[in-house]
């Protein structure tokens, strides 16, 4: 594409275990789990209790806030357990699984015919709405304020991420539909971004602006792409959707189903033969044994990839909107001098203090085992251009950090905290030598930002 | 793994509620020296780089190297030249061995001493930060400078200049250079003169003696001064090889060039502010030349005195530079510069790189907050123009 944007920051972590493209196993789902902790700021209101029966798409949660957002079961079965935390939060909905899944029928609707609003109540009601996350905050989209516009990446440069073209293979016609229904939501149209350099199947899309990306992770995030085409100012609202969940919304109409059963890469270095399954989200990392064997306890489970995902533990489940499981190995081990040594040569460094860089040219498709391990103690920040390098939007991140951290609602604003999300420093943060944890010093800020600007 | 295991059998001891827990950090700081720690992630991303503060702080130290060893050698070399003694090279190197391993125990006693206490009372890890500003310190002053002025100088500057604004990463001036500036101006009489700048010098002149015993004689018309002070005694070649009277480490442009190639090999320093600070040198110096402010031509100044040694190892610190890379250009720029005014126009110092660098450091936040403001102007700019 001639108007591709090329993106020369960034870093691929070259993490072991990448899934191979076949899809070993249909999932049954055995108790699945429905997490509001899956989304930001969330107070969810209890539809359901114990012992109740739901069918595939019967709303369990509602927003509290704004009630008509609600959040549906993904499998049809009972209601076997509502787990709560400390002072009675809620954490999750446990639903046993039946052998034969019901659908609650929300018929199929011809989209050319439907307004904004009977999109939008169509949405609301299947349980699909949460999947809008707006910007700024990361937060579920607000259905009364009509965004800017609305903004898709099709394709992921995270470590080990599944590939979209793979995941979503004959999916073009739903994400198709989807497109068409959800650009009546907004004036700014519906945004796709494409990697430059793969021929897409979902090219061909109608109605859409299109986009082209190539670089380095994390150039397949919607965050830096949305930067890249036009940032977000104060007051600017805009939406972000994946392709898997526009895959989904195409199917609530075209077949009348509330459908997000998808493609889930099980990968890592502590992975049995990563591959894909299909599975809905909130199954258990229990019903996927088979690929991680009897080392639980060594093992870190996470919903996502392995820099900006969730550590869910042996007991959790896939978040709502993952397709990928990351196994990990916990590096909870010493290591005699290793900042001393000249070569280290099972761990990777993008520092040119280590030699990595120069073996990358030797052998460029080598990939390594890595850890959890924090390769060192936590500092002050004292290398200055170390985020800038694998940060390709034109924001200042330690300026940023430092301001979350201080609580300066003027200087995030001024420095960009409409424009990030935690996954998109979550780079900085692999690389940060002085082990500042920048996504947790962003999330502060970002939950100070909702709690001062509500 | 024996030591791991005597290690973990002793660490007990040193945590909180163990009989030597009140030096915790102490025992931490050689048991990560020893061992990389086994924490794993708790927030945010899962894998991290294997680059620590250590390991950054360890190329540096490294790249000080060449010029720390050709310091060492230089410093029996220009004893043996003044007093005509003819050594050999073990001799020199004695001699430069018995003349800065004093500097250097002093340095690291007196700054760990300090650093650890600090880490101690605040119940934080040592930094590594000292590490390099202890392995600088004596490399940056005269060698015949006193032990007990080198050691108050330490503390103040690890005090004062370091860990009253919290430590490593957060000081506004370069701790190194706040020692020298306080030997500077609290005895001027051993800090500048032609009389410092070799070893025994200032004792024969007190004394009539180099050394405790034997004493050697200065040759008829020996003058120590530096090229700074005296341009026409050494050629251009010798100064750029560092056979000269200096400060110990600055001397030799070939071994800071080495030391340099490492940085700039690693990233572990900006090439932007070394680029830009010769830059700024050579103009103000081509300026001095045409205008006749000296004789010199402008590469001159990049060879004598301590100017390339600032730029490479001094200028660079991150933590005091200006941390935007716009500002880095401009923060290294008008370090060369300044450093080259100070020399070419003042007349009472013969050495501007000091005082420029740290004059720098003070001006660093403000060329950052000046960067950022215009970038976002810009930034707004633009956006208006899309929208």
């Not at chain 1, 949405?123 to 707006?134: C, D, I, M, T, Y």
């Not at chain 1, 900085?428 to 930002?449: F, H, L, N």
């Not at chain 2, 605040?122 to 202890?134: A, F, I």
């Not at chain 2, 007349?347 to 003070?362: D, R, V």
Request: charged share 15%; glycine share 10%.
């Amino acid at each position: 594409m001639s108007n591709n944007i090329n993106l020369r920051k960034g870093l691929n972590v070259p993490l072991a275990g990448a899934a191979v493209q076949t899809v070993k196993k249909v999932l049954k789902p055995g108790v699945v789990a429905i997490r509001p902790t899956d989304f930001r700021n969330l107070t969810p209101k209890l539809l359901v209790k114990e012992g109740d029966k739901v069918l595939v798409g019967s709303p369990v949660l509602a927003d509290k806030m704004s009630q008509n957002i609600l959040f549906t079961s993904p499998v049809s079965g009972v209601v076997t357990e509502v787990v709560r935390g400390e002072k009675r939060k809620l954490l999750a909905v446990l639903i046993k699984a039946d052998d034969v899944q019901e659908y609650v029928d929300f018929g199929v609707r011809n989209v050319d015919e439907l307004d904004a609003e009977a999109v939008k109540a169509a949405l609301l009601e299947s349980g699909l709405w949460p999947a809008f996350v707006q910007r700024p905050y990361g937060v579920i989209a607000n259905p009364e304020v009509a965004p800017k516009a609305i903004y898709v990446s099709a394709f992921a440069t995270a470590p080990l991420a599944a590939d979209v073209e793979f995941a979503l293979k004959g999916e073009a016609e739903n994400i198709q539909t989807a497109v068409k229904a959800i650009a009546k939501l907004t004036e700014g149209g519906v945004h796709v971004s494409f990697n430059g350099k793969v021929k897409s199947q979902f090219a061909g899309l109608e109605g859409i602006v299109a986009h082209s990306f190539t670089g380095k992770h994390p150039a397949g995030n919607v965050g830096v792409q949305i930067n890249n085409i036009k940032p977000i100012n104060k007051g600017d609202v805009v939406w972000t959707i994946s392709m898997q969940m526009l895959a989904a919304i195409g199917k609530l109409f075209n077949t009348g189903r509330y459908d997000v059963s998808r493609k889930v890469a099980i990968c890592g270095p502590m992975a049995i033969n990563p591959c894909y399954i299909q599975a809905v989200p909130g199954f258990s990392m229990k019903d996927i044994q088979e690929f991680y064997g009897n080392a639980a306890e060594e093992i870190r489970f996470v919903s996502g990839d392995a820099l900006s995902g969730a550590n869910i533990g042996a007991e959790g489940s896939l978040r709502f909107q993952d397709n990928q499981i990351t196994l990990l190995q916990e590096g909870n081990d010493y290591e005699a001098f290793g900042w001393a040594k000249p070569f280290r040569f099972n761990q990777f460094s993008s520092s040119h203090t280590y030699f990595h860089w120069m073996l990358g040219w030797l052998t460029p498709e080598k990939k390594y085992d890595l850890d959890t391990n924090l390769h060192g103690g936590e500092r002050a920040f004292v290398v200055s251009d170390v985020y800038g390098k694998v940060l390709p939007m034109s924001i200042f991140p330690i300026y940023l950090a430092k301001a979350c951290l201080a609580g300066d609602i003027d200087k995030m604003e001024k420095f960009g905290i409409y424009e990030v999300l935690e996954e998109d420093l979550a780079l900085c943060e692999y690389v940060c030598p002085s082990k500042i944890d920048i996504q947790a010093i962003i999330a502060k800020g970002i939950d100070t930002m909702i709690k001062e600007m509500a | 793994m024996n030591v791991r295991n005597i290690v973990d059998k002793i660490k007990p001891t040193f945590e909180k509620g163990g009989k030597l827990g009140f030096l915790h950090s102490t025992f931490d700081a050689f048991e990560t020296f020893m061992f990389v720690p086994n924490t794993v992630t708790k927030k945010g991303s899962h894998l991290r780089d294997c680059v620590d503060i250590k390991r950054v702080m360890i190329i540096m130290v490294i790249a000080l190297v060449p010029a720390f060893l050709f310091g060492i050698w230089n410093t029996g070399y220009q004893h043996s030249v003044a007093f005509n003694m003819n050594w050999t090279f073990l001799q020199m190197v004695w001699y430069g061995l018995l003349k800065i391993v004093p500097l250097y125990l002093v340095t690291y006693i007196v700054g760990l001493g300090i650093e650890f206490t600090v880490a101690q009372i605040r119940g934080h890890e040592v930094n590594e930060g000292y590490l390099v500003t202890g392995f600088i310190l004596p490399l940056i002053v005269p060698v015949d400078v006193p032990l007990w002025m080198l050691a108050i100088a330490t503390a103040f500057a690890v005090i004062f200049a370091k860990e009253v604004f919290g430590g490593t990463g957060m000081n506004i001036w370069n701790p190194a250079l706040i020692a020298r500036a306080f030997l500077f101006f609290s005895y001027p009489s051993k800090m500048s003169g032609d009389q410092i700048w070799i070893g025994g010098l200032n004792r024969y002149a007190e004394q009539g003696t180099a050394w405790a015993t034997t004493g050697g004689h200065v040759i008829d018309g020996f003058s120590g001064a530096t090229p700074l002070a005296n341009p026409e005694g050494y050629s251009a070649l010798q100064m750029f090889l560092g056979n000269i009277p200096g400060a110990v480490g600055e001397t030799s442009v070939i071994a800071i060039l080495l030391g340099a190639a490492l940085l700039l090999f690693t990233g572990v320093a900006s090439w932007k502010i070394m680029l830009s600070s010769v830059a700024g040198g050579l103009l103000i110096g081509w300026l001095g030349h045409i205008g006749g402010a000296t004789e010199l031509p402008a590469y001159y100044q990049l060879i004598m005195g301590g100017f390339l040694f600032g730029s490479v190892f001094m200028a660079t610190d991150p933590v005091t530079a200006a941390q935007t890379e716009v500002g880095k250009w401009i923060y290294g720029f008008l370090v060369g510069a300044l450093a080259v005014i100070v020399r070419l126009w003042n007349p009472g110092y013969a050495e501007g790189m000091m005082l420029a660098i740290l004059l720098m450091n003070t001006f660093a936040p403000i060329i950052d907050h000046c960067v950022i403001e215009c970038t976002l102007k810009a930034k707004a700019r633009k956006y208006n123009k899309v929208a």
